[in-house]
């Protein structure tokens, strides 16, 4: 701007000299004259300088409204942002906390499960741990109390441990003419099971059958199951408790069991299936079921989920 002015200057200056010398006017009509250009000038550049300034805090203005609503834009994505933090937080808080109440409801159930069973039972030396691979204290809750109601003479149980000692004691302290018959396919299991019968003083009343997994043709298909010699002289069971084999040594690995023993149950047995958490225990029940009607289920309430199967007629 001041570049203009000057250039204005002095061409005015030169213009305002060459006007003079061809009009030849008096001094004080040219000092006049020399001074309204001089004024004009002053007036045109505050113009421009107005106009200048005002341009300058338009584009002023603009940017700053637009940087204010980029900050309010900014403020307000982060309001959003930190809303939905906390929403996620709340939720993660929440199902953290019903996570938590419903294993402590869990552990409540253990707790009180294993209270009742000493109460039944009494303890009267260190027992054998419960839940994970061995049997939950709700399903050995469960198991003698259908032992106190049914009084089965032979309870034969597929798979062997905790639950089988807690048999055993079960038949003794109800004093039920009985035996418990477990078959069990990993020699390991079998030989801690004895042990813990032996430190119990209740070998006379169990036994553990180690029976090695061989296939069996049922229907069209093939299966495997333990070991025929291990179970063959068994008759009139009248507890049978499906806890094996194993789910990682086949595909409904337990399947077997009504199949190949249905003829050898009691007319009034009672069959339980644990771990009905699994899809492919649910799908052996429903099989169970549709194959032999004379059988009924009741699902139950248990750590891992269970099934009790009644005859409730003659096969």
């Not at 009180?112 to 303890?123: G, S």
């Not at 009139?236 to 409904?252: I, Q, S």
């Amino acid at each position: 701007m001041s570049r203009i002015l000057t250039g204005s200057l002095v061409a005015w200056t030169v213009l305002a000299g060459a006007f003079i010398a061809w009009i030849q006017p008096s001094p004080a009509i040219a000092v006049v004259l020399f001074c309204q250009g001089l004024v004009l000038l002053g007036l045109v550049y505050a113009i421009v300088g107005m106009r200048s300034a005002n341009s300058r805090l338009a584009r002023l203005y603009s940017a700053t409204t637009d940087s204010e609503r980029t900050a309010m834009a900014t403020r307000s994505s982060l309001k959003v942002e930190i809303s939905e933090i906390r929403a996620g937080g709340d939720r993660v808080v929440s199902a953290l906390g019903k996570a938590i109440q419903v294993s402590n409801r869990r552990l409540y159930r253990q707790l009180e499960a294993l209270t009742n069973l000493n109460a039944m039972i009494p303890f009267d030396r260190p027992m054998p741990a419960t839940r994970g691979y061995p049997a939950s204290p709700d399903l050995l809750l469960l198991l003698v109390d259908l032992v106190r109601q049914t009084r089965p003479s032979l309870v034969l149980e597929c798979g062997s441990g905790t639950s089988t000692l807690w048999f055993a004691r079960a038949l003794r302290h109800y004093g039920i003419e009985g035996r418990v018959v477990a078959l069990e396919h990993e020699k390991e299991y079998a030989e801690q099971t004895r042990r813990y019968l032996e430190d119990h003083e209740l070998d006379d009343l169990a036994e553990v059958r180690e029976a090695p997994l061989e296939t069996f043709l049922i229907g069209d298909s093939e299966w495997r199951w333990y070991a025929a010699t291990a179970w063959t002289d068994l008759d009139d069971v009248g507890l049978l408790f499906v806890d094996g084999p194993p789910a990682n040594t086949a595909e409904k690995a337990r399947f077997p069991a009504l199949p190949l023993l249905v003829d050898r149950l009691a007319q009034r047995a009672v069959v339980v299936v644990d771990d009905l958490v699994r899809e492919d225990e649910r799908e052996i029940v429903d099989n169970w079921l549709i194959a032999y009607p004379e059988f009924t289920a009741e699902k139950v309430r248990l750590e891992a989920g269970g099934a009790i199967l009644r005859r409730t007629g003659g096969a």
